[in-house]
């Protein structure tokens, strides 16, 4: 193993070194308005899920989309969309730091329509939005973090079955470290067995060579996860 003592680093290293190793990261792609009503739109790989009682999302700004930071600042609200992999170049091009004054929508080619309750509006294009009214900034070092309330979700019907979203439809992107991007449509379904089932043995499956052999009744997973296609997989209950 190679030691790497984080205080001792300078930060563009530590940047490469912890965006490669948390990976893939989802991309928030944040559409805000200025007081006089100029939009912006501006990729953020620091972005997540963080709370879902209540729901709230963050991003974190390192400095690099500060009319997105100023635009939340004075209207407190803000629209994330998903990234899906046909809109990967328009995400990528409205990540150049253009002048305030300057309508990312007109630039990429993108279509700007009014959100359900917020003022910023949203990327038509997008298959799925989350609108957010400001809940707090958090400051880290020379980041700030945005902390957000989900207000409103949409998801374009054709990304969902059964009435939930599923990711080969989605086609969501994620990004690894420098310009190197994933789609995340391959994915496992690797079922968890209860405690009462790894007691008794009663459950299906079987536990994996690392487990203590005792247990080895109760559950299992191969050696390499199997691959499910998207028809092969089931929705969760």
């Known amino acids: 193993m190679q030691v790497f003592d984080i205080p001792s680093m300078a930060p563009e290293d530590t940047y490469h070194l912890m965006t490669s190793l948390v990976a893939p990261r989802p991309i928030g792609w944040v559409a805000t308005?200025?007081?006089?009503?100029?939009?912006?739109?501006?990729?953020?790989?620091y972005f997540s899920v963080c709370s879902h009682k209540p729901p709230v999302l963050h991003i974190t700004d390192t400095g690099s989309h500060s009319d997105t930071l100023r635009n939340i600042r004075a209207t407190g609200e803000f629209v994330c969309h998903v990234v899906s992999y046909d809109h990967v170049q328009a995400m990528n091009f409205t990540a150049i730091p253009f002048p305030p004054e300057e309508n990312e929508f007109e630039w990429a080619g993108l279509t700007m329509a009014p959100a359900q309750k917020v003022r910023a509006p949203h990327i038509a294009e997008a298959r799925a939005r989350i609108e957010c009214r400001l809940r707090q900034f958090v400051e880290i070092g020379e980041d700030t973090m945005v902390l957000g309330d989900i207000v409103s979700v949409s998801v374009d019907p054709a990304v969902m079955r059964n009435g939930r979203v599923e990711p080969d439809l989605l086609r969501p992107v994620g990004r690894y470290s420098g310009n190197r991007y994933a789609e995340g449509t391959g994915f496992y379904r690797l079922p968890?067995?209860?405690?009462?089932?790894?007691?008794?043995?009663?459950?299906?499956?079987?536990?994996?060579?690392?487990?203590p052999g005792r247990w080895r009744g109760a559950a299992s997973v191969s050696d390499m996860p199997p691959f499910y296609g998207p028809k092969d997989v089931d929705h969760e209950s």
């Open 33 to 45: 308005v200025d007081a006089s009503g100029v939009p912006n739109i501006a990729p953020f790989g």
């Open 192 to 211: 968890r067995v209860g405690w009462e089932q790894l007691q008794t043995g009663d459950g299906p499956h079987r536990l994996p060579p690392f487990v």
